[in-house]
Structure formats: structure tokens, C-alpha cells
């Protein structure tokens, strides 16, 4: 621009100044004719939400406030059932020193409160090691896992946050104290000549499965004890349930939500949209520019593909939802069809756009709360808001589309698209080639941008990479509850039965249990 700036002024220099008088008028004129002839400009205002990388980071942190309103919860729960079961057995224990005090004149306040006060401490304890420990190097794991993504956020400050921190002390609390004092409710009711003697053991119940004489013949003496012990203590054998159950939910959340993701772009890149690279071209550049791209790309030797098509965003409104989009209007529909795949994500039933007509991608469907056969209104810039019917919801995991053929376009708007965009796939050999073929296109006038989805697949990998490093801290925390669950029932069920344990070892069981194997016979 300078260039030619200065090859005017150096022509202007060569004018005569009669000329130039003479002329001056007439140039006037043409520009005042100019001005008058141009339309009016319209302003476009846009906020951080419309650029990517902002929408991006907001939708992460979004991903992680998901999974930090549901792992709390499940792991308040089971520790709540450890608490009770534990608190429990520690009662049990007690019950003969409980009588005795509750003999010697202290109230059940002053009795409930020995229990209640270890209770408070320990979860006291807990808390301040947890807040301590806890609020700095888990969240340090988790935004340095998310830093591979941003690297420009190099800087991790992790402030302690007070809110969060009595609000968990003050619910790990409440669940503790809770647990004891409902343990301790149903020794402090009764007698102190009844608390110090020691309980009568439940009565043994026939199951109903010792009913079904076939099935029982299988079993031996073992599964016979195990299942009626499982029946006798239904209260301890729910906790143990629900609390495995609460820590396999935990692991099978950690693990589901990084196998539901994990083929996404293996799916959208190598069986959906098969193109390597779209290039969209400049509208700013002449017609004659934008088609030197497109044939010189159908020339190469080295792309195997090409399709030419218009590619736009726009909003799609469907009653009170609102969806942006981008509109894929292909020039040829045989060849786009050969970039893109359009099929149904459970039947794998394919579609075909020139006769099932506006087809729309299933996320955005969801979104919109569209079937198929609805209507849908599009809201394009500078252009009249128009209806169209939606013919088939395809498959689809990245960004939001609408497809319809030149023909439906036309008839909506009554015009041809301005086709924009280049959609090319490399021969099988020459992928190493594909950034520097972009290179050398974007040279040219009429090419203004490229994306190849290998980088977006980076992305992606990127993306997974720190989502594994997350998984993997709930999924420890988790197996971690379930150890210290597991541990915790066992050892009170072995140490309640010490007894029943050393009778059937002097009584010689496993001798009887390889009896039983080669007998048939207990």
C-alpha cells in the first residue's frame, strides 16, 4: 500500500498544476457521487464469550464443578457409614463400662458426651489435616493437569478458601457426631444391671435357601455359615454394601468419564468428517483468486479429495432455546459426502442430504429440543429469519452444524451461497506434507485461513492427557475410601468372632474341609 501510495504521489508530481485545477472539480465530484452510493455501516459488538479460547477455559471449569458436586456427596455418605459402624462396635465394646458409670450415678449426658468428645476430635483432627493438606496439593494436581492445555497460565495461586473449608469441616461433623449419637441412643436407654451384663447373641434363622435341598447340597459348611452370618447382621451387611457400592460409583465415574471421551476424536476425525485440512478463502480477494485455490489443490498430485462448499455461522432458534451454529452448504454433494459421513450414531444408518434434506448434528438437537420432523428458525446476519424443517439428526462430538443442499438455501433465501471454503484430503503417503502444502496456499490471495483436524486432534490428546492425571487422583481417592471401608468392617467382624474362629480350628475344620471334598459329606 505504501508502494503504490508512493507511485501516486510521484504521478500527481508529474501533472501540470493548469491540469490539475482543471480536473479537481470532476474528481470531486466522482468521490461525492462515491460517498452517496455507499450503503450504511453496521456495527457488530462482541463480547468474551464469543471468542473460543474464552468459552473454552469457562466450559473446562464448568466440567470440574460437575465432578466436585458429585464426589463430595458420595464420599460424605461412606464416611458417614464408617463413622456409624465404627462408633457402633465401639459402644458395643464399652456397653459393660457404660453400665457400671451409669451405676455410679453419671447421666447419660456425661456418658454420651465421653463418646461425643472422641468423635469431635478426631473429626477435628481430620478436618484441619484435610483443609491443610487437601486444598492445596489436589487443586495443585488438577490446574497443573489443565495447564498442558493453557501454557500461558503458567502461574498457579491457590489461595485457602474459608468458605469451603468450614462448609466441609462443618458437614464432616455433622455426620460424625450424628453417627455416634444414634449409637450411642440405644445403650443409654437401658438399665445399668442390664448394660453390665454382656448382650445375648442374636438368634441363628434358618434362610430360605436351606429350603431348596438341591442347591444346598452344593455348598458346604462354609457358604452355609457365611450366608446365615450375612442374614443374622442385616444392619452391618447393608453398610458394607452401600459403602463398596458408594466407592465402586466413585471409581466407575472416574473411569466412565474418561472412557465416554477418550475415541471422540478418533471418531470425528477418522470416520465422520475425513478431510485433513479446510481452508477458508477470502472474500476481500477476486473470484479469479478464490478459484486459483481450488484448482491448484485439484492439480496437486499430492491431494487425493477436494470439495468446495459455504461455511457460516448463524443461530438456530427453536421456541425458547437458542443454538449458534455454523451452516455447511456444499457446492457438489457427492463429493462433500465423500469428506463427511452423515449416519445415525446407534443404527449406523446412512443418510443422504440431497433427499433427506436440512440434516442436524444430535448435540445440537439435544440442545434445542428438536426432533426430527420439527421446524427450526435461522437467524442469519443481514438476512431475513426463515423456517426450515429438520429431515435427520446425525452423529456428531465436535461444534455445532446444520447441512442442507444448494437447492434448499436457494429456495430459503433466493439467492446461490457465496461459497467459501475448501474442504482437501492428502493421498495416503504424503500426510507429512500437509502444513507445508497450507503454507504455500495461504501465499496466495485468495486463501485467508486454514485448520487441519490433526492439530485439533492434538488438542484433544492435550485435553485427555489432563483429564487422566484428574481421573487418577478420584480414582485413588476412591480405591482408598473402599480400603479403608473394607478393612474397617472386616476387622470388626474378625475380632467379634475370635471365639467362634478358635473353636473350629480346635475342633480340626479344615481337616473336615478336605474331608467334605473327597466324601461329599460334612
Known amino acids: 500500500m505504501q508502494q503504490m501510495d508512493q507511485k501516486q504521489a510521484e504521478l500527481l508530481a508529474e501533472v501540470p498544476p493548469e491540469a490539475m485545477e482543471i480536473a479537481a472539480p470532476q474528481l470531486q465530484q466522482q468521490i461525492e457521487q462515491q460517498k452517496t452510493s455507499l450503503e450504511q455501516g453496521k456495527w457488530y459488538v462482541n463480547d468474551r464469550e464469543d471468542l473460543t479460547e474464552y468459552s473454552g477455559y469457562g466450559e473446562n471449569a464448568d466440567r470440574m464443578r460437575a465432578i466436585g458436586r458429585v464426589f463430595p456427596v458420595l464420599f460424605f455418605l461412606v464416611a458417614a457409614l464408617i463413622s456409624l459402624t465404627s462408633m457402633t462396635r465401639m459402644v458395643e465394646e464399652q456397653r459393660t463400662q457404660i453400665g457400671t458409670l451409669k451405676a455410679l450415678g453419671y447421666s447419660r449426658r456425661s456418658i454420651a458426651g465421653k463418646y461425643l468428645g472422641y468423635a469431635f476430635w478426631a473429626t477435628v483432627g481430620g478436618c484441619v489435616f484435610g483443609v491443610l493438606i487437601g486444598e492445596k496439593i489436589l487443586p495443585y494436581i488438577i490446574v497443573t493437569a489443565y495447564g498442558i492445555m493453557y501454557p500461558h497460565m503458567n502461574t498457579v495461586v491457590i489461595p485457602y478458601n474459608l468458605y469451603y473449608g468450614v462448609s466441609a469441616s462443618l458437614t464432616a461433623l455433622l455426620c460424625t457426631m450424628g453417627a455416634t449419637l444414634f449409637s450411642c441412643y440405644k445403650e443409654l436407654r437401658e438399665q445399668a444391671a442390664e448394660l453390665m451384663r454382656p448382650p445375648a447373641p442374636k438368634k441363628g434363622k434358618r434362610v430360605f435357601l436351606e429350603k431348596i435341598p438341591s442347591l444346598w447340597s452344593q ?17 452391618r451387611f447393608f453398610m458394607t454394601v452401600f459403602g463398596i457400592g458408594g466407592c465402586m460409583a466413585l471409581l466407575l465415574v472416574g473411569f466412565g468419564l474418561r472412557d465416554s471421551i477418550v475415541d471422540i476424536a478418533k471418531l470425528q476425525y477418522h470416520e465422520l468428517q475425513l478431510y485433513d485440512a479446510n481452508i477458508i478463502l477470502n472474500t476481500s480477494a477476486s473470484k479469479q483468486e478464490q478459484n486459483n485455490v481450488e484448482q491448484e489443490l485439484y492439480w496437486n498430485d499430492q491431494v487425493d479429495k477436494t470439495a468446495v462448499g459455504y461455511l457460516g455461522q448463524m443461530k438456530v432458534k427453536h421456541g425458547n432455546e437458542e443454538q449458534e451454529v455454523y451452516l455447511n452448504v456444499p457446492e457438489d454433494l457427492q463429493d462433500f459426502e465423500e469428506m463427511v459421513v452423515f449416519r445415525d450414531r446407534r443404527s ?101 485461513n486454514i485448520s487441519y483436524t490433526d492439530s485439533i486432534e492434538d488438542q484433544l490428546d492435550d485435553m485427555l492427557g489432563s483429564l487422566d492425571i484428574v481421573m487418577a487422583v478420584l480414582a485413588i481417592s476412591a480405591g482408598l475410601l473402599a480400603f479403608v471401608v473394607l478393612y474397617n468392617l472386616n476387622s470388626i467382624n474378625i475380632t467379634e468372632r475370635r471365639r467362634e474362629l478358635a473353636t473350629l480350628k480346635v475342633l480340626g475344620f479344615m481337616i473336615m474341609k478336605y474331608r467334605h471334598m473327597y466324601t461329599g459329606k460334612i
Open 348 to 448: 449406523y444408518t446412512q443418510y443422504d442430504l440431497e433427499t433427506e434434506g436440512v440434516i442436524l448434528t444430535e448435540k445440537t438437537a439435544k440442545l434445542l429440543e428438536v426432533k426430527e420432523g420439527d421446524t427450526i428458525t435461522l437467524c442469519q446476519t443481514g438476512k431475513e429469519d426463515v423456517k426450515v424443517k429438520v429431515g435427520k439428526i446425525c452423529e456428531n462430538y465436535i461444534g455445532h452444524y446444520l447441512y442442507m443442499s444448494p437447492e434448499i438455501y436457494q429456495s430459503l433465501y433466493g439467492e446461490e451461497p457465496q461459497y467459501n471454503s475448501v474442504y482437501f484430503q492428502m493421498k495416503k503417503g504424503y500426510e507429512d506434507q500437509l502444513e507445508i502444502l497450507g503454507e504455500d496456499i495461504l501465499k496466495g490471495e485468495g486463501a485467508l
Open 219 to 235: 455348598f458346604n459348611f462354609i457358604w452355609k455359615a457365611t450366608i446365615r452370618n450375612l442374614l443374622r447382621y442385616k444392619k
